[in-house]
């Protein structure tokens, strides 16, 4: 697709998931069958990071693990996929965060319970230069602190740099000035129940509406807010695209919108057009639904052109 390879920073989360898939729920106290289980390397910015990788970007970590055997075994992997793991540091006394992720098919969603671990924080160890030295650095992190202090650098470190901030944790989080943090990105990305928590605005396409309002002002040029089977909106101050959903046979949506946030890393670096990127990341987020596992599917670029050319008309 293109001779350049796209430079991508990403920093936060790396997480291991166990996942449990079942027909359906069980009410409380009821019981289910177990369909399959799986025991594999998740996290929202490791699994970004990995997208990115498959897709040929060259891609640089900042993330903490705990100091035990699936920390280690998470460092290997990530190694394995082509990612710079040397900012990758290991927290001592503490264990690799974790995830157990109940996937059920009717109805199709998951439910993620959460092994809160290691993680990285402010006052850990950062190359600022070597970090915003790339193409596009991903906030993904879980730390306020932290993110407050990154979003705030790049002005006065790299203006050429553009920041891509995810909402994951940041709406979790619920910090009073949450709003102002993610209006000091450059591009915003996360799913409509995101944006409506970041907006305190029930619909989200009123929720969309008041973002771009807010970008009057501040660094934020865009937000790219996925709807699952739906596709996605990308909203700028003065232009607003509805880019539809691939066609595809869903398995487990884990890690379907950080293979998203990749693809529109990967379209934000090379600086394509929104309604490219945002197919783009649409045909990732697809690909990736396809099994049990949020980077069991994750394609690589032969793979997403395959998609989008038997889908030229979409
Ligand atoms: P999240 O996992 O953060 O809730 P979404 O569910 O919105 O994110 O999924 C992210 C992206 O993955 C969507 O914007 C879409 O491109 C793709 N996607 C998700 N579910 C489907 C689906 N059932 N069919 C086709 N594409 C999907």
């Known amino acids: 697709m293109t001779a350049r390879r796209p430079r991508i920073a990403a920093i936060g989360l790396a997480s291991w998931d166990t996942l449990i898939a ?20 998740g996290g929202t910015t490791t699994n970004t990071a990995v997208a990115l990788a ?21 460092r290997d992997h990530l190694a394995r996929e082509g990612i710079n793991v040397a900012g990758v540091t290991i927290r001592t006394g503490e264990p690799t965060d974790a995830s157990t992720i109940i996937v059920s098919q009717q109805p199709p969603d998951r439910t993620i319970l959460w092994h809160r671990g290691a993680m990285i924080v402010k006052g850990d160890q950062l190359d600022i230069a070597g970090l915003f030295g790339h193409d596009v650095v991903i906030l993904d992190m879980d730390d306020m602190p932290l993110r407050r202090f990154l979003s705030d650098l790049p002005a006065h470190t790299r203006p050429d740099v553009r920041i891509l901030g995810t909402l994951t944790y940041l709406v979790d989080a619920g910090h009073a000035d949450l709003l102002d943090v993610a209006l000091r990105c450059d591009v915003l990305v996360g799913n409509e129940r995101q944006f409506c928590q970041l907006t305190c605005v029930e619909r989200p396409d009123l929720a969309l509406s008041q973002i771009t309002d807010l970008m009057r002002g501040a660094q934020l040029r865009t937000a790219v807010m996925s709807q699952g089977a739906r596709g996605c909106a990308i909203a700028t101050q003065t232009d607003r695209w509805q880019i539809p959903a ?27 057009d929104w309604p490219r990127t945002g197919r783009f990341a649409n045909a990732i987020g697809a690909l990736a639904i396809r099994a049990l596992g949020a980077q069991t599917t994750l394609p690589t670029m032969a793979e997403v052109q395959a998609l989008l050319n038997a889908h030229r008309g979409l």
């Not at 079942?22 to 390397?41: F, I, K, M, N």
């Not at 066609?247 to 394509?272: H, K, Q, S």
């Open 246 to 272: 691939f066609p595809v046979a869903c398995v487990d949506t884990t890690g379907a919108g950080d293979a998203f946030a990749a693809g529109i890393a990967y379209g934000m670096a090379l600086r394509w």
């Open 22 to 41: 079942v027909d359906r729920y069980p009410g409380p106290g009821g019981y289910v069958e177990v369909a399959a289980t799986l025991s594999a390397p």
């Open 54 to 74: 498959r897709l040929g970007a060259e891609v640089t970590l900042r993330a903490v693990i705990g100091d035990d055997e699936l920390g280690q075994t998470m």
